[in-house]
């Protein structure tokens, strides 16, 4: 069984290594297209565009205050992508909401929880919140990653505090 588990663990890291993790804000996408030779001839802002529809087809509603936080390509295509938005409650405690978006094709991959993981570090101190769309896939994922509260559909909400 151990044998099996670490097979599995290599065979996502050889997928996740496939794919070219970038970020998705303006500011810093177009410096970190010039820096992948591959990506040279590909438009910053057909990938936001690509990024935008891959929520959309999956039924996530990019909210006024999230923005692209970081894409995975796969060529031309856009694979994967996270979008976080803060916000301050009554108290003064700062949240970042995200949510996460993942091509059929590119599912149980490693993707998501990459992209996860790359929020978790880029907000340190933070309370993370997490809208839970994919019950079946997020759920488990994130209470792996220490994320915890939530309430089924009714309360679709995970937390993390770092």
Do not use: C
């Amino acid at each position: 069984m151990k044998l099996i588990l670490e097979n599995w663990r290599q065979y996502l890291q050889e997928d996740i290594s496939d794919y070219i993790f970038l970020p998705a804000d303006e500011d810093n996408l177009f410096d970190a297209l010039e820096q992948h030779e591959a990506l040279a001839d590909v438009d910053g802002y057909d990938l936001m565009d690509k990024a935008e529809k891959l929520f959309e087809d999956s039924g996530i509603r990019i909210m006024k205050s999230e923005e692209l936080h970081e894409m995975v390509i796969d060529g031309e295509d856009v694979v994967g992508a996270s979008v976080t938005g803060l916000s301050n409650s009554e108290e003064g405690e700062r949240t970042l909401r995200f949510s996460i978006a993942v091509s059929p094709t590119t599912r149980r991959q490693g993707v998501a929880r990459k992209l996860v993981e790359n929020i978790i570090v880029d907000n340190p101190d933070t309370k993370i919140e997490a809208w839970v769309v994919n019950e079946e896939a997020m759920v488990p994922l994130l209470t792996k990653l220490g994320f915890d509260g939530y309430g089924g559909q009714s309360d679709p909400f995970m937390y993390l505090y770092t």
